[in-house]
């Protein structure tokens, strides 16, 4: 339902071919606000009405049944043109109702003598439109109303849907590179590999060279190894493997090592021996020696040394570091003072912590 005011209007009647005024009455009561509004079909009004709402309640003017429309009544004679009214103020813009289905076009009924004004009735129902009757002569022309306010911005539109992406911008230049990381800890041991098969029996060598019994002996500083260091003493003479310096790493036996810290060390070794064979080193945690796989170095002919330079992780303190011949080698091997010409080699281990 839709709020339409209406006005109230209260006319005056006077008769213009009397010569007397009427008396003024007593003044009456106080009169109240009506609002009036357009009532829908329904319990209060059938055919649908006007609401006019006031102090004392809500009351209700119906509309009623539609007439049937009359016949086309003959032409009246124009009445004469009425002086031209005060122009009203402008009233407020109304809301905008819907539009109402077109009726069915009626015949024009004929046209009744003027009957005296009545009191402004309740407005009806809009008939449907009559058929038109001739044009009257066109009276003068009213003086122009005032301007009517302007009415409140309607409300934004629907926002319009986002644009087609645009196109992809030139790649950049490339930035200069960034400097190089850390060497990362070295990965944990993995599992040994399968044992492989044995190979055929090779052509036996010549006979060697015979070896020379060799004892070796720890001994502390002197001045050809101000570190001390162990002693090897053979038919061909005394040999030295002298200790380097030290932050700790110290040799505990001809053969052992100990690491104080727990961390990452490089072990760098080369060794000349008569044999073809291997070398690993061993790290003992705590929980015995180990042999770690991924330090394994070895030579197949006796023309060459055996070498290797390796990081090893430690995660205990004080392991015990050992350079050794693998478990499941039967070949012992002979380290050898004099190799590739007369004068005598040296063997090194050289143990550095980096972390």
Do not use: K
Request: proline share 7%.
């Amino acid at each position: 339902m839709r709020n339409v005011l209406f006005p109230l209007v209260l006319l005056i009647a006077c008769n213009p071919d009397s010569d007397t005024l009427d008396e003024t009455g007593l003044m009456g009561a106080d009169g109240e606000s009506v609002y009036g509004e357009t009532e829908d079909a329904g319990t209060n009004c059938v055919n649908g009405g006007v609401a006019y709402t006031s102090a004392s309640g809500v009351d209700y003017v119906c509309d009623g049944i539609a007439g049937p429309t009359g016949s086309d009544g003959a032409e009246g004679i124009p009445g004469t043109a009425g002086e031209p009214g005060v122009a009203g103020e402008a009233g407020a813009d109304g809301a905008q109702g819907f539009a109402g289905a077109d009726g069915a076009q009626g015949v024009a009924g004929a046209q009744g003598a003027p009957g005296s004004r009545g009191l402004i009735g309740a407005p009806g129902v809009a008939g449907a439109p009559g058929v038109a009757g001739a044009a009257g002569i066109p009276g003068p022309a009213g003086s122009e109303g005032l301007r009517g306010a302007t009415g409140a911005p309607g409300n934004a539109g629907i926002a319009g849907p986002p644009g087609s992406p645009g196109l992809a911008g030139e790649a950049g230049l490339q930035g200069e590179a960034g400097l190089q990381g850390q060497a990362g800890i070295q990965g944990t041991t993995g599992p040994a590999g399968p044992r492989g098969l044995i190979g055929a029996t090779g052509v036996p060598g010549a006979a060697g060279v015979a070896g020379e019994s060799v004892f070796g002996a720890s001994i502390g500083p002197t001045v050809d190894c101000p570190n001390g260091g162990v002693e090897y003493t053979s038919a061909s003479g005394t040999d030295a493997v002298c200790n380097g310096a030290s932050d700790g790493i110290a040799r505990i036996s001809p053969s052992e090592f100990v690491l104080p810290a727990v961390g990452v060390y490089e072990v760098s070794w080369q060794v000349s021996v008569a044999e073809a064979g291997q070398l690993v080193l061993g790290v003992d945690d705590g929980g015995g020696p180990t042999e770690r796989a991924d330090t394994l170095a070895g030579r197949s002919t006796g023309a060459s040394q055996i070498a290797n330079d390796v990081l090893i992780v430690t995660t205990a303190p004080n392991s015990i570091l050992t350079v050794r011949n693998p478990i499941g080698n039967a070949v012992p091997l002979t380290i050898t003072p004099i190799a590739g010409g007369t004068r005598a080699v040296g063997a090194s281990l050289v143990i550095h912590q980096i972390r």
